[in-house]
């Protein structure tokens, strides 16, 4: 049975934070969980890239693109590659593309909306620093969980 984000804020409303509900849901699968990774970038996906080629291991990838939404950070290959290397869940803080195809791939994604245009990988960005967004503070190896009543965040695991 799958997790509902209704069901953890009646139950552990003290235990989570509430992203606002900015979020679009564009992959194929509308629920997801998982300890979250973090990207912080601007307009460059090269560090997205290179996390998404790593074996995912149900967890939830969080790119705080500063919610650019100038150019997407995200499309279906790399999106393909996420799911293929077992990450459970994108969430997207800025634009993805390829949406008719990400909508057609097994793997949760939320992003603030989509963009024709890919971004132009410099090399920029960090990997497992804590990120702010949407109104709540994020650090790697805290839990994450998505649906499409919307997003929450606890410090470990919930059921």
């Known amino acids: ?19 606002a509900p900015i979020f679009g849901d564009y992959g194929g699968r509308h629920g ?12 460059d996906n090269s ?16 790119v705080d693109g500063s919610g650019s939404l100038r150019c997407a950070l995200m499309g279906d290959q790399l999106a393909a590659r996420a799911r293929d290397n077992g990450w459970a869940g994108l969430l997207v803080y800025g634009c993805v593309r390829d ?11 939320k992003a603030l909306n989509t963009h024709p245009c890919r971004s132009q990988p410099d090399g920029e960005g960090e990997v497992g620093v804590v990120v702010t967004l949407a109104g709540a503070t994020l650090t790697p190896g805290e839990w ?8 929450v965040i606890a410090d470990t695991a919930l059921a």
Do not use: W
């Not at 997801?32 to 307009?43: A, D, L, N, R, Y």
């Not at 949406?99 to 994604?109: K, P, V």
């Open 99 to 109: 949406a008719a195809d990400l909508a057609n791939l097994d793997i949760g994604i």
């Open 32 to 43: 997801f969980s998982g300890p979250i990774q973090t990207v912080k970038t601007f307009e």
């Open 47 to 62: 560090r997205v890239r290179e996390v998404l080629e790593t074996p995912g291991e149900g967890q939830v990838l969080v």
């Open 144 to 151: 994450l969980c998505a649906d499409r009543d919307g997003i």
């Open 1 to 19: 049975m799958a997790i509902k984000t209704t069901d953890l804020c009646d139950d552990h409303a003290d235990e989570l934070r509430v992203l």
